[in-house]
C-alpha cells in the first residue's frame, strides 16, 4: 500500500516554500553581475522579455507536471515524466531533474555557508580595522584561492559541513519544517533587504571620497533602470538574460515539479505559480537591484562596478563598504545583507533536496532521516572535490555542464514533454483544473510554439558560440565567405554562469 505522502500546510506556506525555492543567491548575486555585465539597462528588456515568453510557461509547465505526478504518487521526475508518455525512455531524462540538483547543490550550499560565516565575522568585528584590500585578501584567504598545492581549506570545509548538516537536519523534517524555514525566513530576508535597499536609494553621494569623488549611488540606479535599445539584437544579451531567468525562477531542475507533487489534485496551480515567481522577480528587480550596486556606486562610482562586477563583490567590497557607515549601522547592515543572503540560499537548498528524497521515498520506501541523510553525503562527495581543488578551475566546467546546460536541455525537454507528447490541450485543462484565475489564452498557443522555440533557440546559440562571442564579428565572418570562428568555450558556459563559477573573481582594489 502507498505510504499517505506529506503535504503542504497551508496555501501560505505553499506560496513561501515556492517563492523560498525561487529566490535564492541568484536574486543578489547573480542577477546584479549579470546585469553590469550585459550593459545595465540594455540587459532589462530582455530579461523581461525571457520572463515573460520562457519563465513563465516553464513556472506553468513545472507546477503542471508536478501536481499530475503527484496525484499518481511520483514525486521525482522520472518517474513523473514515464507517466506523461508511453514511451519508456522519458524516466532516464527525468534523471535531470534529480542529478541536477544535487550536482548545483554542492557548490550552492558551499556559498551558503559563507554567507553564515561572514554573519559571525559581521558580529564579532571582524571587518572593522581592515583595509579594502585586507577585506578582500580575507575572503581569498578563507576559500584557499592562492592556496598551496595541499592547502585543504579547513575551516570552509568544516563550516560547509555544518551548513550541510543544517540543511539536512531540516529536510529530515518533512514539509513542515521547510514551510516553516520558509516562514521566518522569507520575511525576514524582504526586512532585511528593504533596510539595504532603502539605504541605496537615499544614500546618493554622501559617501563619495577623495579616490572616487564622482561616486553617486543613483549612478548606479540609473545606470540599470535606464532602457537601451541598442543591446536587442545582440544574442550575447538575450542569452544572459534567459540563463538569468532559468536560474532565478529555479526552472529546468526538477525541484519545481517536486514541490509542486504534494499539492492536491485540484489545488490552484495557475495562480500559486503565478505568485511565487512575481515574488521572486519582485525580489530580484526591486532588491536585487537595489542593494549591492547603487552602494558600491555610491562609495566607489559607476565606472568603478562596470570594471569590478564580478562575484567577489559580496564578499570582498561589501563588508568593508558597510564598516564606512560607523560601528553600529555598519554592523546592522552586514548582518541584513550576510543574514538575507543566507536564508535566500538555505530555502533554495532545502527545494535542490527534496527530489533525491521524493525519489527514494516513492522507490524505495527511504524515510525521511535516510532520504536527507543520503543526500547530504552525495552533496558532500560531490562538493569536497570543488572545494578542495578550487584554485584549479574544476569549478568551471562542473558549473558549466551541471547549473546551466543541463538547465536548458531539460526545459526544453520537459516543455515538449508536455505540450506535444502529453499534448497541449490536455495539459492547457490541468493547468486550469482548479484555477483562481483565468489564464488569457494566448498563453496556450505561447507554451506550444513559442517557448520550445526559443528554448531550442538558446541551446543552438550556446552550440555555436563564435569566438570571444562577438556575434557581429561572425556573422560578417562569415558573410565574407571566411566562416564562423567558434569559441573554445561553448557561449552559455560564459554568459550564463560567469558568476557562479567563483573562480571568476576579481580583485576588486
Ligand atoms: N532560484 C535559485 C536562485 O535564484 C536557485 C535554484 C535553482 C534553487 C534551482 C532551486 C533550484 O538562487
Ligand atoms: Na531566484
Redesign the pocket.
Known sequence: MAKQSDSWGSRTGLILAMAG???????FLRFPVQAVQNGGGSFIIPYLVCFILMGIPLLFTEWSIGRFGGKKGNHSTPYILDSMSKRNWWKYIGVFGIFT?IA?VAYYTYIESWTFIYVIHTVIGTFTQMTQAEVSEFFVQYVNLNGSDFGIPFLPVLVYILVLGINIYILSTGLGGIEKVAKIGMPLLILFGAVLAFKGWTMGTENASAAFPDANAWDGINFLWTPQYGSLLDPKVWLAAAGQIF????VG?G?IQCYASYLKENEDIALNSLTSGFTNELVEIVLGSAIVIPIAAGFLGLDWIIENAGFGMAFQTMPYLFVQWGELFGMIAGICWFGLLFFAGIT?SL??GTPWMGFMQDEFGWGKVKGAVSFGILALIMGLPTILFYQYGYFDEYDYWAGTVSLVVFALLEMVLFTWVFGMDRGWAELNRGADIRIPIGYKWVMKYITPVLLLLVLLSALITPESNDWTAAFTSLMNGEGWALDPSSLISKLTHDDLKLLQLNDPQ
Open positions: 525555492n525561487a529566490v535564492g543567491l541568484g536574486n540538483n548545483v536560474f532565478t525562477l529555479s531542475m525541484s533554495s527545494a535542490m
